[in-house]
């Protein structure tokens, strides 16, 4: 079963930098489409970054310029490079991946998410 694992949040001054990293394991045959959404409190999950397997990338307007998706197909893992960091970047950053396995060609799967608190 595959599985996504972020990790790298927690509490940064603004102004400051984080790296989140998000793994997938578990029978994996392709992934194609990976990305970064993040869902702060009384808000709804929104996209931040997003990567295809063919390296093409997003971002939502507020993070241009700021953050850097990045992917390493070889280790299964896209990377979230936030610099810049301001107090509204503060939510839960969740990991996604659109898997292809030997049971589905194609199935989104999601991390648990880790918390990205920007504060003085």
């Known amino acids: 079963q595959v599985q996504l694992v972020e990790s790298g949040g927690g509490l940064v001054q603004p102004g400051g930098s984080l790296r989140l990293s998000c793994a997938a394991s578990?029978?994996?045959?392709?992934?194609?489409?990976m990305g970064w959404y993040r869902q702060a409190p009384g808000k709804q999950r929104e996209l931040v970054a997003g990567?295809?397997?063919?390296?093409?990338?997003n971002y939502a307007d507020s993070v241009k310029g700021r953050f850097t998706i990045s992917r390493d197909n070889a280790k299964n893992t896209v990377y979230l490079q936030m610099n810049s960091l301001k107090p509204e970047d503060t939510a839960v950053y969740y990991c996604?991946?659109?898997?292809?396995?030997?049971?589905?060609?194609?199935?989104?799967?999601w991390g648990k998410g880790t918390l990205v608190t920007v504060s003085s």
């Open positions: 996604n991946a659109h898997i292809a396995t030997m049971t589905y060609y194609a199935m989104v799967y």
């Open positions: 578990g029978s994996i045959f392709s992934i194609n489409n």
């Open positions: 990567v295809t397997s063919g390296g093409s990338t």
